[in-house]
Protein backbone atom coordinates (compact mmCIF):
# COMPACT_ATOMS: atom_id res chain seq x y z
CA UNK A 1 0.00 0.00 0.00
CA UNK A 2 0.79 3.24 -0.97
CA UNK A 3 -0.46 6.87 -0.05
CA UNK A 4 -0.27 10.37 -0.63
CA UNK A 5 -2.54 12.97 0.81
CA UNK A 6 -2.78 16.98 0.67
CA UNK A 7 -5.13 19.55 -0.21
CA UNK A 8 -6.35 21.04 -3.87
CA UNK A 9 -3.80 22.47 -6.06
CA UNK A 10 -6.22 25.89 -6.85
CA UNK A 11 -5.82 25.10 -10.53
CA UNK A 12 -8.04 28.01 -12.31
CA UNK A 13 -9.72 25.79 -14.48
CA UNK A 14 -13.41 24.92 -15.45
CA UNK A 15 -12.39 20.81 -15.51
CA UNK A 16 -10.68 20.62 -12.32
CA UNK A 17 -12.71 20.13 -9.36
CA UNK A 18 -11.33 22.48 -5.94
CA UNK A 19 -14.16 22.02 -4.08
CA UNK A 20 -12.63 19.98 -1.10
CA UNK A 21 -10.30 20.58 1.68
CA UNK A 22 -7.63 17.57 1.18
CA UNK A 23 -7.62 14.13 -0.96
CA UNK A 24 -5.97 11.04 0.20
CA UNK A 25 -5.27 8.34 -2.78
CA UNK A 26 -4.39 4.96 -1.37
CA UNK A 27 -2.74 2.77 -3.96
CA UNK A 28 -3.10 -0.97 -3.33
CA UNK A 29 -2.00 -3.82 -5.21
CA UNK A 30 -5.13 -5.65 -6.12
CA UNK A 31 -8.89 -5.65 -5.06
CA UNK A 32 -8.07 -7.99 -1.85
CA UNK A 33 -5.93 -5.69 -0.10
CA UNK A 34 -8.26 -3.31 -0.58
CA UNK A 35 -10.65 -5.13 1.13
CA UNK A 36 -9.01 -6.37 4.04
CA UNK A 37 -7.90 -2.37 4.60
CA UNK A 38 -11.06 -1.55 4.82
CA UNK A 39 -11.53 -3.64 8.35
CA UNK A 40 -8.30 -3.19 9.67
CA UNK A 41 -8.13 -1.77 13.48
CA UNK A 42 -6.34 1.23 12.55
CA UNK A 43 -8.80 2.35 9.52
CA UNK A 44 -12.11 1.72 11.37
CA UNK A 45 -9.85 3.68 14.51
CA UNK A 46 -9.40 6.45 11.86
CA UNK A 47 -12.79 6.72 10.98
CA UNK A 48 -14.36 6.61 14.40
CA UNK A 49 -11.96 9.05 15.67
CA UNK A 50 -12.60 11.95 12.53
CA UNK A 51 -15.47 11.01 10.95
CA UNK A 52 -17.43 13.75 13.40
CA UNK A 53 -14.83 16.24 10.99
CA UNK A 54 -16.59 15.49 7.63
CA UNK A 55 -19.35 16.72 6.14
CA UNK A 56 -18.50 14.65 2.59
CA UNK A 57 -16.88 11.92 1.83
CA UNK A 58 -15.79 11.00 -1.79
CA UNK A 59 -14.62 8.09 -3.12
CA UNK A 60 -13.21 7.09 -6.58
CA UNK A 61 -12.27 3.41 -6.93
CA UNK A 62 -9.76 3.28 -9.96
CA UNK A 63 -8.58 0.26 -11.78
CA UNK A 64 -4.97 1.14 -13.67
CA UNK A 65 -4.63 0.06 -17.05
CA UNK A 66 -1.29 -1.39 -18.17
Do not use: C
Not at 1 to 23: E, F, L
Not at 29 to 35: P, Y
Not at 52 to 62: G, M
Amino acid sequence: MTYYYGKPAGTPRQVVDNSYQYSLSIHFKNAADQDAYQVEPIHEEFVALYKALWERVQVYDTVLMD
